[in-house]
């Protein structure tokens, strides 16, 4: 294609992108003349910017109509003039107007002072024609802007896939905003409508936080302003205006309101838009109701204004009323702590209504409130009256000691902080089982004794961790924190879970009078229920229950009739059916589920009727439309939930979504949500502008996330080992370091070496103090490890870790790319010694007690330390720990520079995870959730609005969890459980009481009197438990026959019995529970005795009362015979049962306190979890004595004989005989489980069983018989050694000696064949080497000598080496090779490849730098910059800086003067003035003599006549002249002739360095007469400076990056990708380049390998292969530096492989083509020879290579079989044009003549393929030979046709 036509392709479609996005028109004069190539389905679209869309159903009654009216008005006028606006753009197709104009003048009068454009980051920081940033590794064209029909169509989303598609990078919507040209007039008024519903968001709070920022740095309010100007003369109707107006009111409303720093970027509109409004209420265009709202945002900018002005503008409104409890702070605050007035609190009211929504919601927020905030603020107090008193404990909160912030950690949507606390207080504390720091508790942190507070709550946790100290927190207010991050805090734990409250508190404040659920009955009170909403609307409605029915007939039911199936026939009691009919019909169910009465199957059934009904009540009665709902189900605990979740998916297998990632059941494992998140991801059915704008952040938050790792891991790796000097140079003064490495020797770290660690260096100023060193560290004490326990503990369901599993919720745990572990290990590496490493018990733990003590040395302090070997040990340690402190605060300050943006792109991460989440439930039929995940999940919830809602352990759960579970449109709620069980349990328990917190909503109905259905009939106990429950719990209760089947329990002669005792409890100190060991050893032998009875451990179950017994069972229950045994609270087992249960009171003291013992829905939980056995201890005195409940029931056991200090045992075989248990010892006397006669039952071998009476295996199948076998297992007749019950050997093992065929002697088993034995004795062959065999006889002998010996390689040297050893890349000697850096290399001959890939040198440099200071980093190409103070000074000042920084020019006035010239520069600048050569007439006051220098300058401090001798010494031969002068230099004060030294400091020097003194050296840097050649050299060196300091720009690191992506090995662009992200400084741009360009060409040697296809040669194709392998390694292995001998290595190592790889190329070729390669012998023999030579080539090696090489590639030619003389010559003879030579398949060539094109096929002459085509098409086997011709093409083709065109003359 001509290049005209090129650059019209490119304007035309530039022309239709420009006219989709509402930029800049063509004029008719740029469109094309013609239309050739222009697609028929093309339109061009012209549109006039006044031209403004209308509608004529339009309209408005009046100036008063309701702002919902407007609303309305607003989407319907801009959704309504799409087809007018297409209609417009047809008739104005030809029309085209120029949309760049100027503002009119006259609009822009109206407004003080012209329009300018706000300022813009983005389009400031972009130069003009230069790309947008390229965001991430996703490779990204240039962005078009947003277009007006993509915009349209945008708003008929949902508002938060507006803000979200705005948000994103990918739309254009930045673009569009940030356009030079004026935007039109009617995309103006889209994009205000656009950012309105953006506004309107109310769910994505960050997301929109955001959007706005963006649109606060982009040309927005330049456009909005023209907007503005342009309303007057549109002449628009009256809605539009009002509309737009009101659009342009609430986007300078919002963003006033987030964001308050905008106020002067939009007071220009307002100030516009004041003048606009004036003159269109005039005229009536638009209403008093949009003049209101517009006063209103001029009072909120003038109130704005003022608040930014003064600094005191708080958005969150932190200091609310007290009366007002929407406005009071969730969290805690200072007066909350310190107050010491009662709050006000009002009571729970249990009977009546409540007065309104704000009432009820005022009264539950401020009790839930103060639930949380007692505890802390009693705890507090508590701790400041007793904080010396160490004996006194507090009770309410658990108190830690020398707290200190350490650093941030990353988690995956937000930063935690890793915190450490004193754990020497705490040594008694079980962390892996005790209540502390789990996760959600609130902590309360204070450096002031809580005169000043902060908050944070435990966000993961570790028991590691714990023991160590450290534990992380998710922070509030972390930029106080920053200021902070130096003090040491105490810190206060309360157990309260903070986020539930916050929740939950949160959504209390946000209910308002509208979006209260369920008003009439939960606010009033109402007793009388009606039927739900949709089925009021529909009282026709009909159900299919024919899936809940036990036949096959259809069942429908009428719900408002009478028709009702029986209860037999769905399977259901009469109470349960009486609950499940009112379930279905009643909008507000409250179901009573007794012990085992069958809550679970009744909820189960409910949710079964109405999921296959669902069409019923999705169906909108009103708009008769479905609106999809899923149904919400909520309850207490995990377990139930699953419980649950598992029963609805028996009847139901989609549909389910279970939101929390704490379940354990198998079976819902693919509903998880992160599962279903996953797979949803997986199959790509993301919606795209949630993929993409996830992506982005997700991008953003790895990048952020991988610098933080890095400082993150650096500071934990000081607490590990000793870090290296090079690392903390930067923070040791000059003289430390110089002190330190004086000493060094080679490479060793000195630092581990001066603080005693290592091996010191013996040198006379240390050895002492080393000796002293390693003394005292033979001091230390060596306690011994204590032995590890055999026995393995239980795995308990322990209380905290139920309390963990409630409180987690689903985390979306992102697929991070974390620190890579290459960077880690390198990391790791700079710590040469840690106490994770050695192996010295004695020094590991010394070292670590150094590394984590806070003892350091101050500054002063280290100030005064000149020699730092002459300190002590101690000191050593503390100057350590002052440098590793400010180390760490660098990397401290890394972390906390990105907290802010971290955890912004956090909050936007959890936002746009939501509407996934959303995305994902849309279809969903049931969602089940905890009601902890409910409380934090609020907001989906809301955006779902289930219709009906469940709430399982309805009576468990506090009434604000349940009421900010439900939201507005929810019209069923059904709540299932059992008051008279387990109440919610308040942390205060006076709010609980006195206050009724602990009454849920659940019971709160009940005792209103709201109808509660009741199930009547339990299936779970065995007539004498239930007794329990129908006497005293539960009146009217009934047994079902299946309960009364039970068999008797085996070896007990009770079903039930309760073992009464008086033996004490004990107190732990750190739960603050209690245990009672009597209790817990009765009841592990109780369940040891039923296991023996032939139980499985599965079907028991033990419960205790209290946490702290739990740990007595835990310590008695080692054996593996428990496995299996249910272990665990009261509390945590509601809702559970098993066959047989033991209880464990534990209560029993002398006080007489029982504690919760005493509350009857414990009592009722406790004795009604077992099936058929049930045993309880505990002291029933007590119980009795100080509980009217329990003395009636100790007295209805008392009557019935199931109450005794002894429970009696039977044995099964002998029924005769019983033994009372009275003690757990008395257990020992049935030690079988049986009684004490013996067994005698004789087995199937023939022996009687020795053991006592046993109950289990009474058939003695699995008993194993313990007698010697008797049986005779050879022919020799040796006897079997096993036991009976063991099989018999197939094989005798007795030992015997034999006599092998190899005549060695050795002892076999007796079934052994000596010929198939293999003999174990030494080898006694001699090798080929002449070495013994170091194998047995029986194995081959060694292949691999490996003795040692003297031997010469090929390399040249001789030493010790193994005998196989061949290859000189073995060889270890040194290799000694003179470096181009002049040091010797310390590598040896074989690490070093012999020569070819030296080992980089680690000597000191020693050169000077340009600041005449000696380098002291390891040898390198280029200096890093000098860490020496810097020497420059002026006759004013020394410069303070480091020598290697940039110096500031001194601004004071230039001193050098006289009284003939006179400098009137700056010190700093060129001076402006001539030396002054005339002789100075001043005396010297030492001796009175004419001085001998010169005029201006420093009078010299010798005499011409005192001192001439001195004076005349020649140097540059003018001393002795009669008129010379002297000049004194400043610096070193030697006296030098004048015109010597002037001709001496002029002199060019093409170094940058320093003028120095000719006598001494010493740098000149205060001589004022040389200033300008000092300034001058000052200012080069400046640049070099500039130049070594400077910084990397981004389109540098960009092009690398870009260079990195364009390699193709993946292994290489991985390493490089983590190396990229480490560069700093342009020294590491130049070493990343060059290592990009040495594996570039690496590859194109590797792709040049593929060329060696035959098989003769792929031996030395391998070894290519791994040479190039061996470089790419050595390329990219992790350096600090690039030396030029590492350079010249490279370099000449790719070209050896270059010319290796080009040799066998051209043999193969010659070998597959029969070419005859007699000729090139000599050429192929020179080659390989010197490839053969070991080491690097040689500069004649090279070039006899490439001369070889030449004439291989001339002989070769370009064709298979004929050289390149012969293949022209046959050319030449043919005499064809290009085009006409082809090739078979087999690649023989051929000719066709005439026009080229085939028209027969034929035979190849030499392998009889088909040849040739028909009808000029040539066969699809055969090719074009171009490598005979060089054409490009056959002369038959379609671009062979085209030259007979010229395509320029068509039109």
């Not at 350590?880 to 792109?905: D, G």
């Not at 739990?1110 to 310590?1115: D, G, R, S, T």
Request: hydrophobic residues 30%; glycine residues 6%.
């Amino acid at each position: 294609m001509s290049e005209s036509k090129r650059r019209y392709h490119h304007r035309h479609r530039s022309v239709q992108r420009n006219d989709d996005r509402g930029g800049h028109r063509t004029t008719s004069q740029e469109r094309p003349r013609c239309n050739a190539y222009r697609p028929t389905t093309e339109r061009h679209v012209v549109v006039d910017r006044h031209a403004i869309p209308h509608s004529n159903n339009w309209h408005r009654s009046g100036r008063s109509e309701h702002r919902s009216s407007l609303q309305s008005d607003r989407q319907s006028s801009y959704r309504s003039t799409e087809s007018k606006h297409c209609d417009a753009e047809r008739r104005n197709d030809d029309r085209n107007r120029d949309i760049g104009n100027q503002i009119d003048p006259r609009r822009s009068s109206s407004c003080s002072g012209s329009l300018k454009r706000p300022h813009s980051q983005e389009g400031n920081n972009l130069k003009e024609g230069q790309p947008p940033k390229k965001r991430g590794h996703w490779p990204k064209k240039e962005l078009r802007p947003t277009g007006y029909k993509r915009l349209q169509e945008l708003l008929s989303k949902e508002k938060e896939e507006i803000l979200i598609q705005l948000s994103s990078t990918n739309f254009g919507f930045q673009e569009l905003l940030n356009q030079k040209e004026e935007i039109r007039r009617d995309l103006r008024a889209l994009i205000l409508r656009a950012i309105v519903c953006a506004c309107e968001c109310t769910t994505a709070q960050a997301s929109l936080n955001s959007f706005l920022g963006k649109l606060q740095n982009s040309e927005f309010f330049y456009h909005v302003q023209h907007h503005i100007m342009s309303l007057k003369d549109d002449g628009n109707d009256k809605i539009q205006y009002e509309v737009e107006i009101q659009d342009i009111i609430t986007v300078i409303r919002t963003m006033i309101h987030r964001l308050p720093d905008t106020i002067d970027d939009v007071k220009p509109s307002i100030l516009l838009l004041t003048a606009t409004t004036d003159d269109l209420l005039a005229e009536g265009l638009i209403n008093e109701y949009v003049m209101e709202s517009f006063k209103e945002l001029k009072k909120l900018s003038k109130n704005t204004q003022g608040a930014v002005r003064k600094k005191k503008f708080n958005v969150d409104g932190e200091t609310p009323p007290p009366d007002n409890f929407r406005e009071i702070s969730i969290f805690p605050t200072i007066n909350d702590l310190t107050a010491d007035y009662k709050p006000y609190l009002r009571k729970n009211r249990l009977g009546g209504s409540y007065d309104d929504v704000d009432h009820y919601l005022d009264v539950h927020f401020r009790l839930i409130r103060e639930d949380l905030v007692r505890p802390l603020r009693e705890g507090i107090k508590e701790y400041l009256h007793t904080k010396d008193d160490s004996n006194k404990r507090i009770t309410s909160i658990r108190i830690y000691y020398d707290v200190t912030i350490e650093y941030p950690v990353c988690s995956h949507d937000c930063v935690l902080y890793r915190v450490h606390f004193d754990v020497s207080r705490l040594k008694g504390v079980r962390w892996q089982s005790t209540k502390r720091l789990i996760y959600g508790s609130l902590v309360c942190l204070s450096p002031d004794d809580f005169k000043s507070v902060y908050f944070a709550t435990v966000a993961n946790r570790d028991v590691k961790d714990l023991e160590n100290g450290f534990v992380d927190l998710k922070l509030e207010n972390e930029e106080e924190f920053e200021k902070l991050n130096e003090c040491r805090y105490t810190m206060v734990e309360t157990s309260s879970f903070f986020e539930a409250y916050r929740h939950v508190l949160k959504s209390l404040q946000e209910i308002t009078e509208t979006s209260m659920p369920m008003k009439s009955y939960i606010i009033k009170g109402h007793h009388k229920v009606e039927a739900p909403s949709y089925l009021r609307h529909n009282m026709t409605m009909t159900y299919d229950l024919t899936p809940l029915v036990n036949d096959t007939t259809k069942c429908l039911v009428r719900l408002a009739g009478n028709s009702w199936p029986t209860a037999k026939s769905l399977q259901l009691d009469e109470s349960q059916f009486t609950a499940f009919r009112n379930a279905l019909t009643k909008e507000f169910v409250v179901i009573q589920g007794p012990p085992g009465t069958g809550k679970t199957y009744i909820g189960l059934k409910i949710v079964q009727a109405l999921l296959y009904n669902s069409e019923c009540w999705t169906i909108d009665a009103v708009h008769h439309r479905v609106k999809h709902s899923p149904i919400f189900v909520v309850c207490f605990t995990n377990h139930a939930l699953d419980q649950f979740l598992e029963g609805i998916h028996s009847f139901v297998q989609t549909g389910i979504v279970r939101v929390g990632g704490r379940s354990k059941s198998e079976i819902l494992n693919s509903y998880n949500l992160s599962q279903l998140r996953k797979k949803l991801r997986e199959v790509k059915e993301v919606p795209r502008y949630i993929f993409d704008r996830k992506r982005d952040i997700e991008y953003e938050m790895r990048e952020l996330r991988g610098v933080m790792d890095l400082a993150e891991e650096r500071i934990k790796l000081t607490t590990r080992g000793v870090l290296c000097e090079m690392y903390i140079e930067t923070w040791m003064s000059c003289d430390h370091y110089k002190s330190l490495t004086q000493n060094r020797i080679n490479n060793e770290n000195i630092v581990v070496t001066w603080l005693g660690l290592g091996e010191t260096i013996v040198t006379d100023t240390v050895v002492d103090s080393c000796q002293n060193i390693a003394n005292k560290l033979n001091e230390e004490p060596v306690k011994e490890e204590d032995d590890d326990d055999d026995d393995r503990e239980m795995d308990f369901a322990e209380e905290e870790d139920l309390l963990i599993e409630q409180r987690l919720i689903d985390t979306d745990v992102a697929n991070d790319e974390t620190l890579n572990l290459k960077e880690i290990d390198t990391l790791r590496q700079t710590f040469v010694y840690g106490f994770q490493l050695t192996e010295n018990k004695k020094e590991a733990r010394y070292l670590k007690r150094q590394l984590q003590s806070y003892d350091k040395m101050t500054d002063i302090e280290a100030a005064k330390v000149d020699n730092i070997w002459n300190l002590g040990l101690d000191d050593r340690w503390r100057l350590y720990r002052l440098w590793i402190s400010k180390y760490c605060n660098q990397e401290r300050q890394t972390l906390f520079a990105n907290n802010y943006k971290y955890n912004e792109l956090g909050k936007q991460l959890q936002e746009i995870t939501l509407e996934e989440n959303l995305f994902l439930m849309k279809d969903a039929k049931v969602i089940g959730m905890t009601t902890t995940g409910a409380a934090k999940c609020r907001n989906m919830i809301q955006r779902i609005q289930p219709k009906i809602v469940i709430v399982e352990e309805a009576a468990e759960v506090l009434e604000a969890h349940i009421v900010s579970s439900v939201t507005q449109g929810c019209e069923h709620l059904i709540l299932i459980g059992d008051h008279q069980q387990l109440r919610p349990n308040p942390t205060v328990y006076d709010l609980a009481k006195k206050f009724n917190l602990e009454i849920s909503l659940f019971e709160r109905m009940v005792k209103n009197g709201m109808s509660c259905h009741r199930l009547d009939i339990q299936h779970r106990m065995r007539p004498e438990i239930s007794s329990l429950m129908k006497n005293y719990f539960y009146n009217g209760l009934q047994d079902a026959k299946n309960v009364k089947l039970y068999e008797n329990v085996k070896g007990i002669s009770n079903n039930m019995f309760f073992i009464e005792h008086n033996h004490q409890e004990t107190a732990l100190s750190d739960t603050f529970s209690q245990s009672n060991i009597y209790e817990a050893e009765f009841l592990v032998n109780l369940s040891k005795y039923l296991i023996q009875q032939g139980y499985k451990p599965t079907e028991i179950t033990i419960l205790t009362t209290y946490t702290g017994q739990l740990f007595q069972f835990k310590k008695l229950m080692t054996s593996k015979l428990f496995n299996g045994i249910h272990v665990c609270t009261v509390d945590n087992y509601q809702g559970e049962e098993n066959e047989i249960v033991l209880l464990s009171l534990v209560r029993s003291n002398e006080e007489g306190k029982i504690g919760f013992l005493k509350e009857k829905n414990r009592m009722c939980v406790a004795l009604s979890r077992a099936k058929k056995g049930f045993f309880c201890i505990g002291n029933m005195k007590l119980l009795a004595a100080k509980d009217k409940n329990w003395g009636k029931i100790v007295k209805g056991l008392k009557q019935k004989k199931l109450i005794g200090d002894t429970i009696r045992l039977c044995c099964q075989n002998h029924p005769e005989a019983s033994l009372d248990i009275c003690e757990p010892k008395d257990f020992d006397n049935c030690p079988e489980g049986g009684c004490k006669k013996p067994c005698s039952y004789k087995m199937q071998c023939g022996h009687v069983c020795k053991k006592l009476c046993h109950s289990y295996d009474p058939e003695h199948k699995n008993i194993k018989c313990l007698e010697p076998c008797s049986r005779m297992t050879c022919t020799f007749g040796h006897p079997c050694t096993l036991y009976c019950y063991q099989k018999c050997k197939d094989n005798c093992d007795v030992q015997i000696e034999r006599h092998l065929p190899c005549e060695h002697k050795l002892t076999l088993p007796c079934f052994k064949n000596k010929g198939t034995v293999v003999c174990v004795s030494d080898c006694q062959k001699i090798l080929r080497c002449h070495h013994a065999c170091k194998e047995k006889c029986s194995q081959p002998c060694t292949a691999v000598c490996c003795k040692v010996v003297n031997k010469s390689l090929p390399c040249g040297h001789n030493g010790e080496y193994k005998c196989y050893v061949t290859d000189p890349l073995d060889c270890s000697s040194r290799c000694a090779f003179s470096l181009k850096c002049g040091h010797l290399c310390e590598g040896t001959c074989g690490g070093c490849k012999n020569g070819r890939l030296h080992k980089l040198c680690g000597s000191k440099c020693g050169r000077k730098l340009v600041c005449g200071h000696e380098c002291i980093e390891p040898c390198t190409r280029n200096c890093p910059p000098c860490r020496k103070p810097c020497q420059n000074r002026c006759v004013h000042s020394k410069c303070p800086k480091k020598c290697g920084e940039k110096c500031t020019p001194c601004r004071m006035r230039c001193e050098w003067q006289c009284k003939h010239h006179e400098c009137t520069k700056q010190c700093g600048e060129l001076c402006n003035r001539k030396r002054c050569n005339k002789p100075c007439k001043k005396s010297l006051k030492r001796c009175g003599h004419v001085c001998a220098g010169l005029c201006g300058e420093p009078c010299p401090n010798k005499c011409l006549i005192c001192d001439k001798e001195e004076l005349t010494t020649i140097l540059f031969g003018n001393e002795d002249e009669p008129d010379a002068r002297f000049i004194e230099l400043e610096d070193c004060g030697h006296v030098i002739e004048s015109k010597g030294l002037d001709r001496w400091i002029d002199l060019e020097d093409k170094s940058v360095q320093s003028k120095a003194c000719p006598v001494c050296k010493t740098p000149i840097r205060r001589n004022l007469r040389y200033g300008n050649i000092i300034k001058q050299i000052q200012i080069d060196i400046e640049r070099v400076k500039d130049k070594v300091n400077g910084q990397i720009s981004f389109d540098d690191k960009k092009k690398l990056r870009s260079e990195i992506e364009d390699l193709s090995d993946r292994e290489i662009r991985k390493s490089l990708r983590h190396e990229h992200k480490l560069i700093k400084t342009p020294k590491h741009v130049a070493d990343m380049h060059n290592k990009i360009q040495f594996l570039e060409k690496l590859e194109k040697i590797r792709g040049a390998c593929s060329d060696i296809d035959n098989i003769q040669y792929k031996t030395i194709e391998r070894k290519i292969k791994t040479d190039i392998e061996t470089l790419k390694n050595y390329i990219l292995k992790p350096r600090s530096r690039f030396s030029e001998q590492l350079l010249e290595d490279i370099l000449s190592e790719l070209q050896r492989i270059s010319f290796l790889v080009e040799l066998h190329v051209h043999k193969s070729k010659l070998q597959a083509s029969q070419i005859s390669k007699n000729n090139l012998t000599d050429s192929f023999t020179t080659v390989e020879k010197c490839f053969t030579d070991v080491g690097p080539l040689k500069e004649d090696d090279i070039n006899k290579i490439q001369a070889c090489l030449k004439n291989i590639r001339d002989n070769c030619g370009r064709v298979p079989g004929i050289s390149e003389e012969e293949r022209l010559q046959i050319v030449k003879a043919i005499g064809l044009s290009k085009g006409h030579w082809f090739k078979c398949p087999k690649g023989h060539i051929y000719a066709i003549g005439e026009c080229g094109g085939a028209t027969v096929e034929s035979v190849c002459p030499e392998c009889k393929s088909k040849i040739g085509g028909k009808k000029h098409h040539l066969r699809d086997d055969n090719k074009l030979a171009s490598e005979m011709d060089d054409a490009q093409y056959a002369s038959w083709s379609e671009q062979a046709n085209m030259e007979n065109y010229i395509l320029d003359n068509i039109v």
